[in-house]
């Protein structure tokens, strides 16, 4: 028999967090997942109102969190490239939207994800609307391209990325 | 997967920021036991003794909406008065109220009763008088045994035309405690 009512929100909020997080954990990486859990529950409770019952809530959140990590995706393919600080302080996966900012977005979004926020090729495909080998693909095609343009010394040394390694690309290679 | 309760807090202040909450809630100790506090755009609408927050949580989605959510923020201007009003700094609550769920004859009752000062008691008679229902006590008495609001809303103030303080929602030590801490009761007769 379908609920009349979705229950009050802090209950549905209460009975659905931990799956919603760990969902976006695995789409996203720990450190974005705390964005797009805010997102998440935000858009939650903007459609909570429209909401006629309180059937399959679960796979409701669900469905909010994997567009929001999709949406989160294509957010970050389409974000200019930021100044560069003077110090070097961003995150790995900053550091590499840069580095990747001109492969074609599917790779680019590969590399990211996968050097920058450590995701499975499986959560890369996932995120991407690919096959986890379609992702794993689009990643060393994307390393081979920037290893291409980047050239130069470096790259003669090490036949690898151009860039000495650092903490933030040792993983790279 | 756990959720860090920064996290938690973050999205709590961040709902209620955002305006997209029906009702904010929170609980706050004081010397008569933890109260549960809610709040709408309008104001404050639900003050609860012995609150038990599930059933709170859905009598408040009843009456004002689902989106209900425990929200520190909204809630501490009422936080703030009451912790003054029981140290004794605060005799006058300057709070916006939301009564939209009583009935307008309830509400007329209970915008005169937050009229009784601090300090003073007056009688169901009296207060029924006073919102032009002169034969009305008994229903007064049952408007103040479902206020909403206790404590901002002061129904402790109002006793029996015999001196006795007859009932209250909270049970009857709690409308003893305010009263006393009102300086309103002889403490010796008592």
């Known amino acids: 028999m379908a609920a009349l009512h979705p229950p009050p929100f802090e209950k549905f909020y209460e009975e659905h967090r931990a799956a919603v997080l760990g969902e976006l954990r695995r789409l996203l990486g720990v450190q974005a997942a705390e964005d797009a859990y805010q997102e998440t529950f935000l858009r939650a409770l903007r459609g909570y109102d429209s909401l006629r019952h309180a059937d399959n809530l679960h796979a409701w959140a669900l469905t909010i969190a994997r567009r929001v990590a999709a949406d989160q995706h294509r957010r970050r393919d389409a974000e200019p490239e930021a100044p560069e600080p003077s110090i070097d302080t961003r995150p790995a996966y900053a550091e590499l939207g840069e580095l990747a900012g001109t492969l074609p977005r599917k790779e680019r979004a590969a590399v990211v994800l996968r050097y920058g926020y450590d995701l499975s090729y499986a959560a890369i495909g996932a995120a991407l609307g690919s096959s986890e080998q379609a992702a794993r693909q689009a990643a060393s095609a994307g390393v081979r391209r920037l290893r291409r343009r980047l050239g130069g010394a470096d790259q003669q040394r090490s036949g690898r990325l151009s860039r000495p390694p650092t903490d933030k690309t040792r993983r790279m290679q | ?190």
């Open chain 2, 1 to 190: 997967m756990t959720v860090s309760p920064m996290l938690d807090r973050r999205f709590r202040e961040a709902a209620a920021a955002a305006g997209l909450l029906d009702v904010a809630y929170d609980l706050t100790d004081s010397p008569i036991g933890t109260l549960l506090v809610a709040t709408t755009d309008r104001g404050v609408c639900r003050i609860s003794f012995d609150p038990e927050p599930d059933r709170m949580t859905e009598e408040l989605a009843r009456a004002f909406g689902a989106r209900v959510l425990r929200a520190a923020g909204p809630v501490e201007p009422v936080r703030r008065q009451l912790d003054e009003y029981f140290d004794g700094r605060r005799k006058q609550f300057e709070l916006a109220v939301d009564l939209r769920p009583s009935a307008p004859c309830s509400r007329d009752v209970l915008r005169r009763l937050a009229r009784v000062p601090h300090g003073e008691v007056t009688t169901y008679g009296a207060l029924a008088r006073a919102a032009g229902r002169p034969q009305a006590a008994r229903a007064v008495g049952t408007v103040m045994n479902r206020n909403p609001i206790p404590i901002v809303l002061p129904c402790h103030r109002v006793i029996g035309a015999n001196g006795s303080l007859v009932g209250y929602g909270g049970g009857l030590e709690r409308k003893e405690r305010l009263l006393k801490l009102e300086g309103a009761l002889d403490n010796t007769l008592l």
